[in-house]
């Protein structure tokens, strides 16, 4: 996988479709570097899927995956607000932590106030 700065970063923010459509346009492929073999700029898109991300809310994101035409590896596109192979967005996940350091209460009960 590939991640990406997001443009929207913040735990008060809603993270959606169109915020990650955003994200991926700002995206400039010629840059991106292949994680498996090293190569700059050969990306193509290679087709999507779903995913479900938790950001105060339940999202279906349509996640964009790309091809490298040197070693023809596929790697999603991930912005840095989808944290891979996890539900909750690391905004929400920031936001838990910094609420139980202020507050010293146990997940339990941050999991309520959330």
Do not use: W
């Amino acid at each position: 996988m590939i991640t990406s700065i997001s443009q929207v970063f913040n735990t008060d923010t809603k993270y959606n479709q169109d915020s990650y459509d955003s994200d991926i346009r700002c995206l400039n492929y010629a840059t991106v570097k292949c994680p498996k073999c090293g190569t700059v700029g050969f990306f193509h898109n290679h087709g999507r899927y779903f995913r479900y991300l938790f950001n105060n809310s339940d999202e279906l994101i349509n996640v964009q995956r790309v091809r490298c035409e040197k070693c023809l590896s596929t790697h999603a596109l991930l912005p840095d607000v989808i944290i891979p192979y996890r539900y909750f967005s690391a905004p929400l996940l920031l936001k838990t932590l910094l609420n139980k350091s202020r507050s010293r209460r146990c997940v339990f009960e941050i999991k309520q106030i959330i």
